[in-house]
């Protein structure tokens, strides 16, 4: 950790909003990112990043700096994130027109891809069954264990296995239905 | 999409960050809630000085009765400096000064009629120092106050001795 961040953290800590703000630009990318893939929705995934960021402010003196910050912080916004797709999972399955429209406001295609690739591969995991892709999303994309993993959901480890080799399969078949 | 290669590389173009369509900064700064600071924090630090002034004034004056001969000052003066060192500096003024002050007035013993109202005349500074004392709440550590401040008391203490001194020569005119 540079003296810089440090620095900012410490400010922050004692009630600094601008160095919080710092550290909120820092992260909001990656935060969003694991919001809107696992709940498939601008706004909810944006509800979810502010109740994620005020939660980081709350919980921010508890920090000591054992972890780096980003490892911190994104523990907080995945599992906040894994509760709210869990109330939500109970609710109702994303809405496929919602997700395009999504998937075309944030455009999702990278370079290095061939065109449409990122956005077709984003699509297809929003159609995945919700607990695959919830495992999928948090291995894959994440870089979780299946054993964080089936912790966070509350599943058995084999079972968080299955699920990604499952999900593997259907975006596989997804992916060339074309 | 035919093969699991071909699957594992575009996962690996996805992107890891993903910003939202507006910035979602004000919102969230609307909900921050400011720290609550420890009570102990909470109190202004010109307090905490008074009331560290009061208790060693106490704990002097209690050594004073269990070694009657010894000064308060030489008192003072055996006290840990790094203590005296952590007070904020315009306590550590006030604490010097009054503490002198208090030694030259109750050494005082018949002023000269010459002198005139001396009372009202360290009243006068006392007032001043009030005044600096008040800046210095809302201005704390400013060096150009508490310079003031030092030269207030310093000015005070210079009557005083000249007070006593003045007593001192009527009194030697006195015996002869």
């Given at each position: 950790?540079?003296?810089?961040?440090?620095?900012?953290?410490q400010?922050?800590?004692?009630?600094?909003?601008q160095?919080f703000?710092?550290?909120?630009q820092?992260?909001?990318?990656?935060v969003?990112?694991?919001?809107?893939?696992?709940?498939g929705?601008?706004?909810?995934a944006?509800d979810a990043?502010?109740?994620?960021f005020?939660?980081?402010w709350q919980?921010?003196?508890?920090f000591?700096?054992?972890?780096?910050?980003?490892?911190?912080l994104h523990?907080?916004?995945t599992?906040?994130?894994?509760?709210?797709?869990?109330q939500d999972?109970?609710?109702?399955?994303?809405?496929?027109?919602?997700v395009?429209?999504t998937a075309?406001?944030?455009?999702?295609?990278?370079q290095?891809?061939?065109?449409g690739?990122?956005r077709d591969?984003?699509?297809?995991?929003?159609?995945?069954?919700?607990?695959a892709?919830?495992?999928?999303?948090l291995f894959?994309?994440?870089g979780?264990q299946?054993?964080?993993?089936?912790t966070?959901?509350?599943?058995?480890?084999g079972s968080?296995?299955?699920?990604?080799?499952?999900?593997r399969q259907?975006?596989?078949?997804?992916?060339?239905e074309? | 999409?035919?093969t699991?290669?071909?699957?594992?590389?575009?996962?690996?173009?996805l992107?890891r960050?993903?910003?939202?369509?507006?910035?979602?900064?004000?919102?969230?700064?609307?909900?921050?809630?400011?720290r609550?600071q420890?009570?102990?924090?909470?109190?202004?630090?010109?307090?905490?000085?008074?009331?560290?002034?009061v208790?060693?004034?106490?704990v002097?004056?209690?050594q004073l009765?269990?070694?009657p001969?010894?000064?308060l000052?030489a008192?003072?003066?055996?006290?840990?400096p790094e203590?005296?060192?952590?007070?904020?500096?315009?306590?550590?003024i006030i604490?010097?000064?009054?503490?002198v002050?208090?030694?030259?007035?109750a050494?005082?013993?018949?002023?000269?009629?010459?002198?005139?109202d001396?009372?009202?005349?360290?009243?006068?500074?006392?007032q001043?120092?009030?005044?600096?004392?008040?800046a210095?709440?809302?201005n704390?550590?400013e060096?150009?106050?508490l310079?003031?401040?030092?030269?207030?008391?310093?000015?005070?203490?210079?009557?005083?001795?000249?007070?006593?001194?003045i007593d001192?020569?009527?009194?030697?005119?006195?015996?002869n």
């Open positions: 950790m540079s003296a810089e961040l440090l620095r900012v953290i400010l922050a800590q004692k009630g600094d909003r160095a703000h710092l550290l909120y820092q992260h909001v990318g990656r969003y990112a694991v919001c809107w893939r696992l709940l929705d601008a706004q909810k944006e990043c502010q109740e994620i005020i939660k980081v919980r921010l003196p508890e000591k700096g054992d972890s780096s910050l980003g490892t911190w523990s907080i916004a599992r906040t994130a894994i509760d709210l797709w869990r999972k109970r609710l109702r399955f994303a809405d496929s027109e919602e395009n429209d075309d406001a944030l455009q999702l295609d990278q290095g891809s061939a065109p690739e990122g591969l984003e699509l297809a995991i929003q159609r995945l069954p919700a607990q892709k919830a495992v999928f999303i894959a994309l994440e979780y299946h054993t964080e993993i089936a966070m959901l509350g599943i058995a480890e968080s296995k299955a699920q990604y080799h499952r999900a259907l975006l596989r078949g997804f992916l060339g074309d | 999409m035919k699991e290669e071909q699957l594992d590389q575009a996962l690996s173009r992107p960050e993903i910003q939202p369509p507006r910035d979602l900064w004000a919102g969230i700064e609307a909900q921050l809630e400011p609550q420890p009570w102990w924090k909470r109190a202004q630090p010109q307090r905490w000085a008074a009331v560290l002034v208790a060693l004034t106490g002097l004056w209690w009765q269990e070694e001969g010894q000064s000052l008192v003072w003066e055996q006290q840990t203590w005296f060192a952590a007070l904020p500096a315009e306590q550590q604490a010097s000064y009054e503490q002050k208090a030694e030259q007035l050494s005082l013993t018949e002023v000269s009629p010459d002198v005139g001396w009372q009202y005349q360290l009243a006068i500074w006392d001043a120092i009030d005044q600096v004392r008040t210095l709440v809302w704390p550590d060096p150009f106050l310079a003031q401040m030092q030269g207030l008391y310093q000015q005070q203490l210079d009557y005083l001795q000249r007070i006593s001194s001192a020569d009527y009194d030697v005119w006195m015996e």
